[in-house]
């Protein structure tokens, strides 16, 4: 009998090997195809609007001594939009020093670190500026903006908040008049919409003395959810693309020659992004 009961033995040890063999292959192909809850929600999607993200000079500050949630942590940030970490005003300066800033994101925790003048100018001259958990109200003071936030109420969560303006001239000294004529009625696409994820973008229309284009916008959702920090991604995109796409009208407009300064392949879709 023990002839027959050692091979038996042989195959029934060879199976279990197999099995957990199977099994630790199946655990590693499992953990390894996982998502991580920080793991940027377009790192691998493929879609162009974000990947054009990787064109833009982005900042992010943050307070260095704060505890940032996962959902808007400097590591996703990276990964989704290629915005590179500051954690000084310093820093935030240096960057721009290298290559001017086409976006700037700024934590609520960042919000004592942040030189108001420079926002205000940066906003001005077509920077987009994005904030997380920071009011409507208290980023317009930054920017020097009476009209952002009319009518807007803070989400009790957590939520992004978007804005750009650009104002293209003929005659530079008119940007300072065209500005101040727009605040004083709040123009038509202040306050911000309060359903949020809005487009908007600004016309080449005639001056007195020549022509002006004056692109703005805003956006702001809930970043409570993992919609929330997709929606985040693709309005930064399109408000950048909007800037760039702004710079080529007007240049073209007046020279007939786009600017060599654009970031290339940078699309242009209008397309809002509600559910």
């Keep these: 009998m023990l002839p027959k009961q050692v091979p038996t033995a042989i195959r029934s040890i060879r199976w279990l090997l197999i099995g ?3 099994l630790g292959l199946l655990l590693f192909w499992a953990l390894s195809g996982s998502e991580s809850p920080t793991r940027p929600v377009s790192a691998q999607t493929g879609d162009p609007l974000l ?3 990787r064109n833009y000079h982005i900042a992010y500050i943050v307070d260095e001594t704060s505890i940032i949630a996962d959902r808007v942590s400097p590591a996703r940030l990276e990964a989704a939009t290629s915005a590179q970490v500051a954690r000084s005003w310093r820093e935030v300066l240096a ?3 290298q290559r001017p800033l086409d976006a700037l994101i700024i934590h609520a925790s960042a919000s004592s670190l942040v030189d108001r003048a420079w926002i205000a100018d940066a906003y001005h001259r077509g920077v987009v500026i ?7 109200t208290e980023l317009g003071q930054w920017i020097g ?4 936030g009319r009518n807007f109420t803070p989400y009790p969560g957590s939520y992004y908040l978007i804005v750009y303006e650009l104002i293209l001239t003929e005659i530079p000294a008119d940007a300072a008049r065209i500005r101040s004529a727009h605040y004083g009625s709040c123009g038509e696409v202040i306050p911000l919409d309060p359903e949020g994820l809005t487009v908007q973008h600004g016309d080449i229309l005639p001056d007195a003395e020549g022509h002006y284009l004056h692109a703005r916008g ?3 959702y809930d970043m409570e959810t993992d919609f929330g920090f997709a929606a985040f991604s693709h309005e930064l995109a399109i408000k950048l693309s909007n800037v760039s ?3 080529q009208d007007f240049a073209v407009s007046t020279s007939g020659q786009p600017p060599s300064d654009l970031p290339p392949g940078a699309p242009l879709p209008w397309e809002e992004i509600h559910e």
């Design 218 to 220: 805003s956006a702001h």
């Design 51 to 53: 990947d054009s993200l």
């Design 95 to 97: 960057l721009d020093a």
């Design 245 to 247: 796409q702004a710079r």
């Design 145 to 148: 903006n009476p009209c952002l």
């Design 20 to 22: 957990v063999l199977g």
């Design 130 to 136: 994005a904030v997380f958990d920071i009011p409507a």
